[in-house]
């Protein structure tokens, strides 16, 4: 199984991003979705969630209204858009495949939001 995440880089604040996570080796519209994010010295945080179908997405107080989470199950992968960036959204962004039986990370891409 593999989750490949891409589309992080620099960005000045109140710019955009769209990450996305392609998946291989596993029944992906079988697997809930998730991003995560390690700011530096800090935990990691559940930052959206998309359900299987797509059909019911959530979203961590502190990007709710500014990131939208989707997927492609035909294509096998996740997004997240992040528009009105913050310097305070820098961290290393995780794709994580969530199964009744088995869950997956990514290896994480970079997200620096400064000017």
């Known amino acids: 199984v593999q989750l490949v995440e891409s589309g992080g880089g620099l960005v000045q604040p109140g710019g955009s991003l769209r990450l996305s996570c392609a998946a291989s080796?596993?029944?992906?519209?079988?697997?809930?979705m998730s991003w995560y994010r390690q700011a530096p010295g800090k935990g990691r945080e559940l930052v959206a969630v998309?359900?299987?179908?797509?059909?019911?997405?959530n979203y961590a107080d502190s990007v709710k209204g500014r990131f939208t989470i989707s997927r492609d199950n035909a294509k096998n992968t996740v997004y997240l858009q992040m528009n009105s960036l913050k310097s305070e959204d820098t961290a290393v962004y995780y794709c994580?495949?969530?199964?009744?039986?088995?869950?997956?990370w990514g290896q994480g891409t970079q997200v620096t939001v400064s000017s």
């Open positions: 994580y495949a969530d199964g009744w039986r088995y869950n997956y």
């Open positions: 080796g596993l029944t992906f519209s079988s697997y809930r």
């Open positions: 998309i359900s299987s179908a797509g059909d019911s997405t």
